[in-house]
């Protein structure tokens, strides 16, 4: 029990850092590095606010089958401001090499005695107009007790036509083992990261 209890902490520890990372990146402007197969090689953080909504044909406790049941959660909008970014470091958006997920955190806000016990894995999909829907970050391995998660990223899907698009769509698709309360609130912590050249 102490073993487990100290495991938890430090996965807290963990966690809560990477997200205040986030935060303070998404407050300031994140600093570009040169790259030698692009100039401009940085980090885009967004933070997004999301609801769980009622799920047809189930209610808050009820009981589920013992295999748990899939989920997929409605596609949550995400302006991407893309054309800001790209003038603000002097590109454009042909100039562009590659855009990829860096990181993704789920934060719950509300209510305070939810956590994700509810959640045995999630998979998050982007989309966008003209684009298809696409796997770009999972976690399959939940621990209890926890309010915040960090999905693994997939590094190697190019996410340009994505993001030069003014919205991108995210899509959660769970498999629960029960329902969570209804209205939840969690918290998006988005970071994608930009690999262009300068303009010129």
Known sequence: MLRHKICNTLIMRKI????????????????????PIGNIN?????????????VPGYTFGQA??????????????????SQQYISQYSTTADKIIKVDLDSFALQILSPGSQNFDFLD?????????????V????????????????LNTISDVNLKNYFIQDTIYLRLNTHVNAIPATGTQLNMYTVFHMLANLLG
Request: aromatic letters at 4%; proline letters at 9%.
């Open 64 to 81: 589920l089958p013992a295999a748990g049941a899939n989920i997929g959660l409605p596609p949550v909008p995400l302006a991407t401001n």
């Open 42 to 54: 940085v980090n885009i953080p967004y933070s997004q606010q999301a609801e769980i909504p009622a």
């Open 135 to 150: 796997l770009v970050a999972y976690n399959y391995q939940i621990g209890k007790g926890q309010t915040a998660l960090i």
């Open 16 to 35: 809560a850092a990477v997200l205040i990372g986030l935060l303070v990146c998404s407050l300031q402007s994140c600093i570009k590095i040169t790259n």
């Open 121 to 133: 894995s999630v998979q998050l999909y982007l989309s966008a107009r003209s684009q298809p829907e």
